[in-house]
């Protein structure tokens, strides 16, 4: 009688390894991965059970990190909703990194609170949220409950100093060209300073339409400024062309939701943009407590990041030691808001509709280039004032940035608008309602949105009188540009460069204009010439 052949099965880190092991060697059979995995779990894996295990079955464990529990068991099932509970537990994690302990009470609370809002489930019927579902649920992503102390959770002052006393010792451990900070800032992009038009948001007036999430980042000694990342509310804006056609080649990144929110998946998602942009360095980068920020490190437990060390800044302490809020971001706000007042004040001295003739597409243009021209030695004056590059020995005695918006308070004088209540310069650069709240329902808003995998129509995200702008003729840019140079012939006739750029532009148009002319002539044959008989 033939010995009976002992099974030997699999655990579920191993499947994970085995995973990983393909992801990094996607050249390799599967063959060749059943001889490396035989060695890993110490008895022989077949080729078929490499296949089973690269399957979609196993995929849930590819962003996922077991518990000790989790690593050992060899039949770990997937989700029956894995878009709710991707949500339900970056919900958590955000909620934990504000300082909100969670139970398993608000866990099945939740989970059925998104069953009912998120479009992926509207005509199924929602499950019994029961202690099997729930116990499954943390073990797929390795929950334990923790008791929060009331210590823990409000603010330790002695605590804050100490860790930035920790961050300024690492931070020396670099050099300033590699030590970087990000954050967010909200825009509502067509804002007027009217204090009627900027209370709108609140009563969900039309302005909350007009919302975009701009994300900033750059080194210390301001020599490297990252291409911003834009959030915006609809996937394809019309203004932006058929498939982003328009926006092609332009320095910047483009990302979308309902709301117009920096997320857990968009942050994930910029952290490996980010430490592919330093490949060949070893980088230093700071981010707030912003539970987004949490939420996207944790999710990248299991794909560290090869370039880039993250550390985050203790809480409450953002607004005085984060070199973002120390004028950074308040820069760019002013040169943006003074390309918008400017285009205001051209369209009202004209007796035209600038809110008409202002897209999301020129918007952006407008924030791009305000980054563009936003110089690097404020934004090293912005570091110094933020202290973290000073070492507790040293004096940290800079002058702190010069509060900039006299241009803008010249733009608004010359305004022709029938604003009722004219806002302060400083309230019109950073309105409070551009700020994003980190609490619960905020954050439940913002994983419905980002998690839903059912597609909306962005007609939908987008305000009503946001129309394709018609793109001007050849002939009608070359009218214009021979309006711009006789211009600076005969007003600047000194500024020889920009009369060259304008002369080499209006060359290039109408080069287009008699390639686009000879593409509409048919080709004739000789036969066309001569009559037949």
């Known amino acids: 009688m033939l010995p009976v052949k002992k099974r030997c099965s699999i655990s579920a880190k191993n499947r994970q390894a085995i995973r990983k092991y393909r992801q990094t060697h996607p050249l390799l059979s599967q063959q060749a991965i059943a001889n490396w995995a035989s060695q890993l779990c110490g008895h022989p894996i077949s080729q078929s059970t490499i296949c089973l295990s690269l399957s979609d079955k196993f995929a849930f464990l590819d962003d996922q990190k077991l518990s000790t529990q989790a690593q050992s068991l060899t039949r770990v099932c997937g989700a029956d909703f894995p878009a709710l509970e991707a949500a339900l537990y970056e919900w958590m994690l955000r909620l934990n990194n504000s300082g909100v302990s969670v139970n398993g009470d608000m866990l099945k609370t939740t989970a059925s609170e998104l069953f009912r809002r998120m479009e992926d489930f509207k005509d199924q019927t929602e499950p019994k949220w029961s202690s099997g579902w729930l116990t499954r649920f943390k073990h797929r992503y390795s929950i334990k409950e923790y008791k929060l102390s009331g210590e823990i959770r409000s603010a330790d002052i002695a605590g804050s100093l100490d860790k930035i006393r920790d961050l300024q010792r690492i931070c020396a451990e670099y050099e300033h060209t590699d030590v970087y900070n990000a954050d967010e800032t909200g825009l509502f992009w067509l804002m007027t300073p009217d204090t009627t038009l900027a209370s709108q948001p609140q009563s969900g007036g039309k302005i909350a339409k007009q919302r975009l999430t701009l994300h900033v980042c750059c080194n210390a000694d301001g020599t490297h400024k990252l291409p911003l990342w834009i959030i915006g509310q609809a996937n394809n804006p019309r203004a932006f062309g058929r498939n982003l056609s328009l926006i092609q080649g332009m320095d910047f990144k483009w990302r979308s939701n309902k709301k117009a929110w ?91 509709d600038a809110f008409k003739d202002t897209t999301v597409l020129r918007a952006v243009h407008w924030v791009i280039d305000a980054w563009r021209d936003v110089p690097a030695d404020k934004i090293a004056n912005c570091w110094r004032h933020s202290k973290l590059l000073s070492t507790p020995q040293e004096s940290t005695s800079d002058i702190a940035p010069s509060p900039e918006g006299d241009d803008c308070r010249d733009l608004i004088a010359d305004l022709r608008l029938p604003l009722s209540s004219t806002m302060t310069v400083a309230a019109f650069i950073n309105p409070s309602d551009e700020v994003v709240e980190d609490d619960s329902a905020t954050i439940l808003d913002q994983v419905v949105q980002e998690h839903s995998q059912v597609e909306t129509d962005d007609a939908e995200a987008e305000p009503d009188d946001d129309v394709e702008e018609a793109p001007p003729t050849h002939l009608e840019a070359s009218h214009h540009i021979s309006c711009l140079v006789s211009y600076y012939e005969r007003r600047n006739p000194g500024d020889t460069v920009i009369l060259a750029h304008l002369r080499k532009a209006q060359h290039q148009v109408f080069r287009c204009h008699v390639s686009e002319q000879a593409s509409r002539v048919t080709q004739s044959s000789l036969d066309r010439y001569f009559t037949r008989k």
Request: charged share 20%; aromatic share 8%.
């Open 262 to 352: 920096m997320t857990g998946l968009i942050m994930k998602e910029w952290l490996l943009w980010f430490d592919s942009q330093m490949a060949g360095r070893k980088v230093l980068l700071l981010l707030d407590g912003f539970s987004a920020h949490h939420t996207a490190v944790s999710m990248l437990e299991n794909n560290p990041l090869l370039n880039t060390r993250v550390e985050f800044l203790p809480p409450n302490c953002t607004s005085v030691y984060q070199p973002c809020d120390q004028g950074i971001i308040n820069m760019l706000k002013v040169r943006y808001r003074k390309r918008w007042l400017e285009a205001l004040v051209r369209a009202t001295t004209a007796n035209l």
